[in-house]
């Protein structure tokens, strides 16, 4: 098994290097969807932050959250195959 939280890593292709957190993956699906609920998150804490309680605050909330589930599935799934298929080996 490679650990992708090194420096250095063969075929990474994301690398999370945080204070106390560390993650790296050589797979671009996952990865994208990684980044992708990030940026959902992200977006979803800004119009919390600055969408007042408007109308148009509560539809973007609804469509953003049901999106980042649907990614952040997509990231957890992905990451579950990849772990259950490499403690097989």
């Given amino acids: 098994m490679n650990d992708f939280t090194g420096t250095v890593a063969d075929n990474r292709v994301l690398h999370i290097n945080l204070w106390i957190f560390k993650y790296g993956t050589s797979d671009r699906t996952h990865a994208a969807a990684l980044v992708l609920s990030l940026l959902l998150f992200a977006t979803i804490v800004g119009v919390l932050i600055f969408g ?35 403690s097989g080996d």
């Fill in 52 to 86: 007042h309680g408007g109308d148009w605050a509560k539809e973007a909330f609804r469509w953003l959250g049901s999106s980042f589930l649907f990614v952040s599935g997509v990231a957890l799934g992905k990451g579950g195959n990849e772990a259950a298929g490499s």
